[in-house]
């Protein structure tokens, strides 16, 4: 027993390296993905203090409502390039006005309220949407327009490690435009003024206030920021698999993430995304047949409640001080 669990997996590793590289790539793609979800939480958390329980079903309302916009304007004879780009759009200005109608209808009457009363308002907001999605775009999943945003199919066969591994094209371009718009948020928050304005509101909203910063203006353009990521992250979860409520479960999975990373930081968010992903993968292929399978569905959950009971601020979280 002990063989198969601490000694049999690597010597399967070293034996199969092809497999092995397979395995990494697609953990790689997950994780990528994963880190640009728990970056929606830590942008928003930085910027208000808000642990933004909503954000899994922003990515979910983001991708029904593009394909939504898309149905619609398909029904009117606009081509399938032209309609799907228009839907990309609106759906970005139907974010837009959620994060606007979040600020002032949730967010302002609420201010220097406790953390817990903001917090079960992010549960408010992902009812509130459930709700309305369900209402308007119905229960059952939807195909994601992947071909019709110039996103490629097929795959990329890759002779190498004396094998041949598989590169799907859609996770080839997942990982890139998610790297991408990591590094740019990350820029645009490090670089610009706004993004100086972010951090001085995460450092203390009352010095934010004094010295004319808007914290009005600082909570749309986060909660904007983060509507935007939910919906690359829809389009990017919704080609691979499709698009429905149940998309809200994968992006939970960013929990993990910011446990693993820090809820404070952005580099935590990408490297707590990379150790879940492919951690999860590779327990999968690896040592799931020893456990009977399913370890994708709580290897997560388990390395998060480790983090909490030994290290909890996470790995590039700031560590809490209190003074008596």
């Known amino acids: ?69 898309y149905e619609k304007f398909s029904a009117y004879g606009f081509s399938g390039h032209t309609a799907a780009f228009v839907a990309l759009i609106l759906t970005a200005g139907v974010m837009f006005v959620l994060a606007m109608l979040i600020e002032r209808v949730v967010l302002r009457p609420l201010v220097n309220q406790p953390d817990i009363i903001l917090f079960m308002a992010t549960f408010g907001i992902t009812y509130m949407l459930i709700g309305f999605g369900e209402m308007v775009f ?43 718009m990591i590094a740019g948020l990350a820029l645009f928050f490090q670089k610009t003024r706004i993004g100086r304005a972010l951090r001085a509101v995460a450092d203390s909203h009352k010095a934010a206030l004094s010295v004319g910063i808007s914290l009005n203006q600082i909570w749309v353009i986060v909660w904007f920021a983060a509507g935007l990521v939910a919906l690359v992250t829809g389009i990017m979860w919704g080609a691979r698999s499709d698009v429905s409520f149940a998309l809200e479960i994968v992006a939970l999975k960013a929990l993990p993430v910011l446990v693993l990373g820090g809820l404070t930081s952005v580099p935590g968010a990408i490297v707590g995304g990379l150790i879940i992903g492919i951690g999860e993968k590779l327990g999968e292929f690896y040592w799931g047949p020893l456990l009977g399978g399913g370890i994708e569905s709580w290897f997560a959950y388990a390395i998060a409640l480790l983090f909490l009971l030994y290290r909890p601020q996470g790995l590039f979280g700031d560590k809490i001080i209190e003074r008596i």
Request: a negative charge.
């Open 1 to 69: 027993m002990l063989y198969n669990i601490f000694i049999d997996p690597f010597v399967q590793m070293a034996q199969m390296p092809d497999l092995l590289v397979q395995t990494l790539w697609e953990g790689l793609v997950s994780g990528v993905l994963y880190a640009l979800i728990a970056l929606g939480f830590v942008l928003i958390f930085k910027a208000s203090g808000v642990f933004n329980f909503a954000q899994g079903i922003m990515v979910v309302f983001s991708a029904l409502t593009l394909v939504g916009f």
């Open 138 to 180: 119905g229960g059952d999943p939807k195909q994601m327009i992947a071909s019709e945003l110039f996103l490629p199919s097929g795959s990329v066969d890759v002779e190498m490690l004396g094998g041949m591994v598989s590169f799907q094209k859609i996770d080839i371009a997942a990982a890139v435009i998610a790297s991408v």
